[in-house]
Structure formats: structure tokens, C-alpha cells
């Protein structure tokens, strides 16, 4: 009994180990757009995030994407901008996977895309449309490569050729988030946008102000010359 309880319990560690590597995953309902984007920032808990509105063709420093099927180069710039005010959860433009988007293909919709973070991040968010199951199949989701289940498995995703919801990605831990995958089961067949998509970056280590450096040293000088003078 007791090697079956330490069985269990190795079982549960292994099960929480794995678990502890994903991240913390909400989806909030296409409702939650506001043209406030001052509220709906606070409302996703992603106020002082950095925001990528695709309103130019270059990404914030650090982002890249690269589309899937047909696969293309990692790249931190768009071939043009797409305006669609009905999809953008921000200023009008959006990033879309579709034929004719941003990236000007001339055939068939983009089965996915990839979105990369320099040095990893602890935060992501992106405001979603058109992801449609009917058309695409079930969209899975993809965390520095592994998999995270569908978007359809959040209650608050809604399948529409409108506003689909705001996915937020909280990395736990020591973790950080170096890749986010979104990928229709179907080839071809979904177009989707993506806009309003908001980066947590890691904290780095401080560095001293020379000042600072100054004041430290003297202050160790000062208490080396005293611990002297008691000595005496």
C-alpha cells in the first residue's frame, strides 16, 4: 500500500511538473472590446503591455512571426498593412493569415502562424477574428512548442466571422514564453486576424547608475577608514 501511495504521489509530482511549464491561459469574450482601449486594457489586465496595432509594416522591437502552410521566413516586418475597422480591436488594422492579407498571397489561406519573442516574455495577449470552426476546423494552441489544447475548449470563444475574444497567456513561474502557435487541424481552409497583440517582457536585472556606484564605494571606504580608527 505504501509503495502504491508513493507511486500516486510521484505520479501527481510528474503530472504537476508538466502542468507547472503551462502557462496560465484565459480567454475573454468577444464583449469585452471596448473603443476605450484605456478600459478594455485594464478590464485584460494588460495595461503597460507593449502593443503591436499593425498599423505599420514594422513589429516592436523583439516580435516575429512566421506563417504555416505555406511556411515562410521568420520575419519582424509585413509586406503591407490591412485595414478592416469591423476586426481590429484597436485603430483599424489588423494581421490576418488569409489570401490577399498582409503578406499579399494569392491562393489560399495560411493553415497557421507562429508569433516569436526575443529573449522570451512573461506576458502575451492578442485580440482575435473570423476564426471560424466551421471553415478551419478546431484551432489548437501552442506554447513555446507544446501543445495547449483549442481554442474552443474556453467557454468564453466564440466561432464567428466577427470578433472571436482576447486569448491572454500569463507565463508561471521562472517560465517564459519564447513562442505562441496558432494553427487551424484544417489546411487552407480558415482565414483569421489577429490585432491589439500586447507583450509582458521579462524583467531584467538593474544596472547600478554610475552615481550610485560612486556613493556605494565611498561607503565602504568610509566604513573601512572607521573600523581603523576603532582599532586604535
Same mark, same amino acid.
Given at each position: 500500500?505504501?509503495?502504491?501511495?508513493?507511486?500516486?504521489?510521484?505520479?501527481? &509530482?510528474?503530472?504537476?511538473?508538466?502542468?507547472s511549464?503551462?502557462?496560465?491561459?484565459?480567454?475573454?469574450?468577444?464583449?469585452?472590446?471596448?473603443?476605450?482601449?484605456?478600459?478594455?486594457?485594464?478590464?485584460?489586465?494588460?495595461?503597460?503591455?507593449?502593443?503591436?496595432? &499593425?498599423?505599420?509594416?514594422?513589429?516592436?522591437?523583439?516580435?516575429?512571426y512566421?506563417?504555416?502552410?505555406?511556411?515562410? @521566413?521568420?520575419?519582424? @516586418?509585413?509586406?503591407?498593412?490591412?485595414?478592416?475597422?469591423?476586426?481590429?480591436?484597436?485603430?483599424?488594422?489588423? /494581421?490576418?493569415?488569409?489570401?490577399?492579407?498582409?503578406? #499579399?498571397?494569392?491562393?489560399?489561406?495560411?493553415?497557421?502562424?507562429?508569433?516569436?519573442?526575443?529573449?522570451?516574455?512573461?506576458?502575451?495577449?492578442?485580440?482575435?477574428?473570423?476564426?471560424?470552426?466551421?471553415?478551419?476546423?478546431?484551432?489548437?494552441?501552442?506554447?513555446?512548442?507544446?501543445d495547449?489544447?483549442?481554442?474552443?475548449?474556453?467557454?468564453?470563444? *466564440?466561432?464567428?466571422?466577427? #470578433?472571436?475574444?482576447?486569448?491572454?497567456?500569463?507565463? @508561471?513561474?521562472?517560465? /517564459?514564453?519564447?513562442?505562441?502557435?496558432?494553427?487551424?487541424? #484544417?489546411?487552407?481552409?480558415?482565414?483569421?486576424?489577429?490585432d491589439?497583440?500586447?507583450?509582458?517582457?521579462?524583467?531584467?536585472a *538593474?544596472?547600478? @547608475?554610475?552615481?550610485?556606484? *560612486?556613493?556605494?564605494?565611498?561607503?565602504?571606504?568610509?566604513?573601512? &577608514?572607521?573600523?581603523?580608527?576603532?582599532?586604535?
Amino acid at each position: 500500500m505504501k509503495k502504491i501511495s508513493q507511486l500516486l504521489l510521484t505520479s501527481s &509530482f510528474l503530472l504537476a511538473s508538466a502542468a507547472s511549464q503551462a502557462s496560465l491561459i484565459n480567454f475573454y469574450a468577444p464583449g469585452v472590446y471596448s473603443s476605450d482601449i484605456s478600459a478594455m486594457d485594464a478590464a485584460l489586465g494588460i495595461t503597460g503591455y507593449e502593443i503591436e496595432s &499593425f498599423d505599420d509594416t514594422q513589429l516592436i522591437d523583439g516580435l516575429s512571426y512566421s506563417f504555416i502552410n505555406p511556411d515562410t @521566413e521568420q520575419s519582424t @516586418e509585413l509586406v503591407n498593412v490591412l485595414n478592416y475597422p469591423g476586426l481590429s480591436w484597436d485603430d483599424g488594422y489588423v /494581421l490576418s493569415n488569409g489570401n490577399g492579407g498582409n503578406n #499579399r498571397w494569392s491562393g489560399t489561406w495560411v493553415q497557421g502562424i507562429t508569433f516569436f519573442f526575443e529573449g522570451g516574455i512573461t506576458g502575451f495577449g492578442t485580440g482575435m477574428a473570423q476564426v471560424e470552426t466551421g471553415y478551419g476546423g478546431l484551432h489548437s494552441l501552442q506554447i513555446n512548442g507544446q501543445d495547449y489544447g483549442y481554442l474552443e475548449d474556453h467557454a468564453n470563444f *466564440a466561432s464567428s466571422n466577427g #470578433r472571436n475574444g482576447y486569448l491572454k497567456i500569463n507565463a @508561471e513561474g521562472n517560465e /517564459l514564453i519564447h513562442s505562441v502557435t496558432i494553427l487551424s487541424s #484544417r489546411a487552407n481552409a480558415d482565414g483569421f486576424t489577429f490585432d491589439h497583440l500586447a507583450i509582458s517582457r521579462a524583467a531584467s536585472a *538593474a544596472v547600478p @547608475e554610475p552615481t550610485s556606484i *560612486a556613493l556605494l564605494a565611498l561607503g565602504l571606504i568610509g566604513g573601512g &577608514f572607521s573600523r581603523r580608527l576603532m582599532k586604535k
